[in-house]
């Protein structure tokens, strides 16, 4: 983890960044070069605030053609550059490094809608978009903008582009590779790739969209994207229920699967994660009165109505695959129980610190890893507490171990997380699953992934970056490293 710096430090500009300065000066307006450390603090520091950095500049371009001319600055002078957008990162993917090596380029001022066609199901969008207010426009000519996250107030679009972002929708329409139709980026010499078109059929050679997509910075800075839509929900139905075991929930999942080609979403959540909402946000209730070991956030957009879920979830307390369920009443009532869901981020953080997992294993075998693995980690680490919550339909556990009461933040992230990530990952891998499955590698996970993965993929990985960013200034110390390539002084 990077030490901190205070807000109030200031780290000089190299002589390499300060000549590109001086280079960019006639060619950006005063908008787009921000040094003022009271407007950079706040972007200095990863959403966990596990990393913190320092960039001596912000760098806050209003176009493509203005973050190519700084990328091709930053190039002829060997700078380095961490892109950013809403910095909602989870794996301290968009933090600067410490020493104050690489200036920040915002891409928050590229916000504009520049399309929205209802007829073709496309949206174009430039980076710095917000999800919510990508949401709000396709809502407005009757379409939608199938995914989304607790974060969409705040996350933009070329940061979930970056990081192949996922959500609560994936198991219906795919993560955010899925959804992307086509790129524009700014490649790291300062050409402009321009994929924006949407082509039904194009084989000249790789697919340089879909390379960027999760490429999280290091290969090029997207700018803009083409983005699928698909026509606004008529009906959505939504059901919270109680069971007694991850085995017993996935049962359902088939069973709904099987009778409605509308289930989008299907989360699951310990009890203790359910506890942990309620504790924090004011005025929350519980959707069901009766207790229950593990709990299931069920979304439907079958045209048929509540009557499919209600059906479905019938049967299951016949079956006893639930105890109870509820479903949703209102639109109101529907907010209340996702808001559930997508608190438990914020309020697992403010219960104190823990050691987070964003992992995926092969959907059957997810229930059983969710006992076994919090069991191993409770065996191996006395006085811990794990567990997991996540995507049933998609493998995906947000997996937790928590210190135990009293333990000192800072004693437990530099001495006791590394060994407990290893221990969780090697669980990971022997149930053949990935270390990272929607939140990227960042900073947080390389040595992990230098660790576990196949010399294949990490010669492929290394290649492609030496590639397209010789120079290594692009996201430098994320996803993958270099290590002949060093920015200049």
Not at 251 to 274: M, N, W, Y
Not at 388 to 402: E, M, Q, S
């Amino acid at each position: 983890m990077n030490s901190a710096y205070p807000a109030t430090m200031t780290v000089p500009l190299s002589s390499a960044q300060a000549a590109m300065l001086d280079a960019l000066a006639s060619q950006l307006d005063a908008k787009s070069v921000v040094t003022d450390r009271d407007m950079i603090a706040p972007w200095e520091t990863d959403w966990r605030r596990r990393y913190h950095g320092h960039a001596p500049v912000l760098l806050a371009p209003a176009s493509t053609a203005e973050v190519a001319t700084i990328v091709a600055a930053a190039a002829a002078h060997r700078v380095a550059l961490v892109p950013q957008g809403g910095n909602s990162s989870m794996v301290g993917g968009a933090t600067p490094p410490a020493d104050g090596s690489a200036l920040l380029l915002s891409l928050r001022r590229l916000n504009r809608i520049r399309s929205v066609d209802a007829d073709a199901g496309l949206a174009v969008v430039e980076a710095g978009v917000i999800l919510a207010d990508l949401h709000t426009a396709a809502l407005a000519v009757d379409r939608r903008f199938p995914l989304t996250l607790g974060a969409r107030g705040n996350a933009t679009i070329g940061g979930l582009v970056s990081t192949n972002a996922g959500g609560t929708q994936v198991l219906r329409f795919g993560s955010m590779r899925a959804l992307v139709a086509g790129v524009e980026a700014v490649l790291a010499d300062g050409s402009i790739h321009d994929g924006l078109a949407a082509l039904k059929k194009d084989n000249r050679g790789w697919n340089l969209d879909q390379l960027l997509v999760g490429a999280e910075g290091t290969l090029a800075i997207v700018t803009a994207a083409a983005l699928r839509l698909v026509p606004a929900a008529r009906t959505r139905s939504v059901a919270w229920a109680g069971t007694d075991s991850p085995a017993k929930a996935l049962r359902l999942l088939r069973r709904c699967q099987a009778a409605s080609d509308g289930i989008e979403s299907f989360e699951i959540l310990p009890r203790e994660s359910l506890a942990a909402v309620l504790a924090y946000l004011p005025g929350a209730r519980a959707p069901l009165a009766s207790e229950h070991a593990w709990h299931l956030l069920i979304e439907s957009t079958d045209p048929r109505g509540d009557a499919v879920l209600e059906t479905l979830l019938a049967d299951a307390i016949d079956a006893e695959l639930i105890g109870d369920a509820t479903l949703a009443a209102s639109a109101t009532q529907i907010d209340a129980f996702w808001q559930l869901r997508d608190s438990i981020s914020d309020a697992e953080r403010a219960t104190g610190p823990a050691s987070q997992h964003d992992i995926a294993v092969p959907v059957d075998a997810m229930p059983a890893f969710m006992i076994d693995a919090a069991a191993a980690c409770d065996a191996r680490f006395p006085g811990t507490h794990a567990s997991g919550f996540g995507h049933l339909g998609d493998g995906n556990i947000h997996f937790h171990v928590r210190a135990a009461a009293g333990t000192d933040p800072a004693r437990w992230y530099a001495e006791n997380v590394p060994v407990v990530t290893r221990f969780v990952d090697d669980l990971v891998t022997a149930a053949g699953g990935t270390i990272a499955a929607e939140h990227g590698i960042g900073q947080m996970k390389l040595d992990e992934l230098e660790r576990l993965a196949s010399p294949a993929r990490l010669t492929a990985l290394r290649a492609v970056k030496a590639a397209m960013d010789p120079l290594g200034i692009l996201n430098p110390g994320k996803l993958v490293a270099l290590a002949s390539a060093r920015p200049g002084p």
